[in-house]
């Protein structure tokens, strides 16, 4: 019998050993399922990250999934364990929320939960949670010293976004009149990967340099606000074009004599656009303590020249004037029955915050990447699931990373790994002060040990305020919650 435990490999000996190695396991940690959304095929960790987790004598499960986008046989050669049962797991991480009804008692979650607003869509959870005595780590609350998000896709989405929105645009240019280069780029998720993308995109950009843009169409301008990982994310596509990035205050120079065989760009930073309502002037350290006080001229020196934005900004709401932007341009000599010109400059928006009532005034609620357009009718005030008639062409997924699953998964693995060392050994019955947290963990705990933690106290309040702030909406004619665009109007 001996023998036969010191023989490597399978049959009754190896079988023993394995079981004697599961019991000297450092802890266990396992990988959810995603199945909250059909389109969800991201991890929060790639196998290479599971091996250094496997390698160092911690044990990984992982839930099987033939949605996901990274196949399970490379977590298991990366050490992992694919089995549906993971409640012998002390800590449980996912991307996004689990169905309430999957929650397990007493063990560290951590993924995006969308319950610091007190979203009324996850409270159901984040009582369940509280009930089950779940601790729970909230991954778009681990931020750095500066306030800076450290755990985020946000690269992935500025890539997607703008690959979907070029996409966007080569279909409203067909509605229009007009075929363009655009026309051979596809949505983000039709590609096998970010490299194959990138490839339509530069095709595109190719036949542009060579003159293949209608002119009667004018000038391309394209605005990015932000000069975060969303916006660096956007730009690295769009540099694939022929583009020439100009300051923001060259934008209507080049929108009317600029050449059709390139498109321009700017980006835009907040005191470009952001002024203190009392005086016309920026203060940084002022607008982070005091947004309130500041209010954004976007629509009076940015907007009016821009055929697409490209917008990360929020708070406050960027006010895009529409009816003016949608009057008609000054007519081309160019223009004739077969080469048409553009019914108004603004053609399109990509709003990669895709919050209703948050960036964009008018835009009330996200496109999803089923349907991923809809056109807003200023004179109408009109949102429908078209690229044709008057209007404007609005872009605006919450979900975008999951188009670009299996890059997006490395990207995020690597800013999630250095974490999960300290999240391995949590142990959820413990109170928090006992764990040997840094504070880019410890400040993102929204619950532990049955109860919010000190920092997140105030989601009780927030959902005090909701349950009694109920409005007769004029707009739908019947109470409902407060809306930010219906109590514009």
Request: glycine share 6%.
């Amino acid at each position: 019998m001996l023998r036969l435990l010191r023989q490597p490999g399978g049959g009754l000996g190896g079988c023993l050993h394995s079981q004697r190695r599961s019991r000297h396991h450092k802890s266990v940690m396992a990988i959810r399922r995603e199945d909250i959304n059909v389109w969800e095929r991201r991890a929060p960790l790639a196998p290479r990250h599971i091996k250094e987790i496997t390698n160092a004598g911690h044990k990984v499960l992982v839930q099987p999934s033939n949605r996901r986008a990274i196949h399970e046989r490379y977590y298991e050669k990366a050490g992992a364990i694919i089995q549906e049962d993971i409640s012998e797991a002390s800590l449980i991480i996912g991307v996004k929320r689990p169905p309430e009804e999957k929650v397990i008692p007493k063990k560290t979650y951590a993924f995006f939960s969308h319950t610091i607003k007190a979203q009324e869509a996850n409270m159901g959870l984040l009582d369940d949670i509280l009930k089950k005595e779940v601790r729970l780590i909230d991954y778009e609350k681990m931020v750095d010293a500066n306030g800076f998000r450290i755990v985020a896709f946000g690269q992935w989405a500025g890539v997607a976004g703008m690959i979907n929105i070029l996409h966007g645009l080569g279909l409203r240019f067909l509605a229009l009149g007009h075929h363009t280069p655009f026309m051979h780029i596809g949505m983000a998720h039709n590609y096998r990967n970010v490299s194959q993308a990138v490839q339509a995109v530069r095709d595109c950009g190719y036949e542009i340099s060579l003159g293949l843009m209608p002119k009667s169409i004018g000038p391309l301008t394209f605005v990015f606000t932000g000069t975060g990982n969303v916006s660096k994310g956007a730009q690295e596509i769009i540099n694939e074009l022929p583009c020439e990035f100009v300051e923001p205050h060259e934008l209507k120079e080049v929108s009317m004599s600029g050449e059709t065989s390139k498109v321009y760009a700017t980006v835009l930073s907040r005191h470009h656009h952001l002024v203190r309502k009392s005086d016309g002037v920026y203060d940084p350290l002022e607008y982070e303590n005091h947004p309130e006080l500041y209010t954004s001229h976007f629509r009076d020196s940015v907007s009016n020249p821009v055929s697409v934005p490209f917008l990360k900004e929020s708070p406050p709401t960027l006010e895009l004037d529409a009816q003016r932007l949608m009057r008609p341009v000054e007519r081309s000599a160019l223009v004739t029955e077969g080469s048409p010109d553009l019914p108004h400059r603004l053609l399109a928006i990509c709003d990669i915050s895709a919050d209703s009532g948050g960036s964009i005034e008018f835009m009330t609620e996200c496109t999803t990447i089923d349907k991923p357009f809809c056109m807003y009718d200023a004179d109408q005030h009109i949102d429908h699931d078209s690229v044709e008639g008057p209007g404007i062409l609005m872009c605006s997924i919450d979900n975008l990373p999951a188009q670009l699953p299996i890059e997006a998964t490395e990207y995020f693995g690597d800013r999630l790994s250095p974490y999960i060392w300290e999240m391995l050994p949590s142990n959820a019955t413990r109170p928090l002060d006992q764990e040997d947290y840094s504070p880019q963990v410890r400040d993102a705990v929204i619950t532990s040990n049955g109860k919010l933690t000190p920092k997140f106290e105030y989601i009780h309040t927030l959902r005090e305020k909701s349950a009694v702030t109920v409005w007769w909406c004029p707009c739908c004619l019947k109470p409902c919650m407060a809306n930010a665009y219906h109590l514009r109007r």
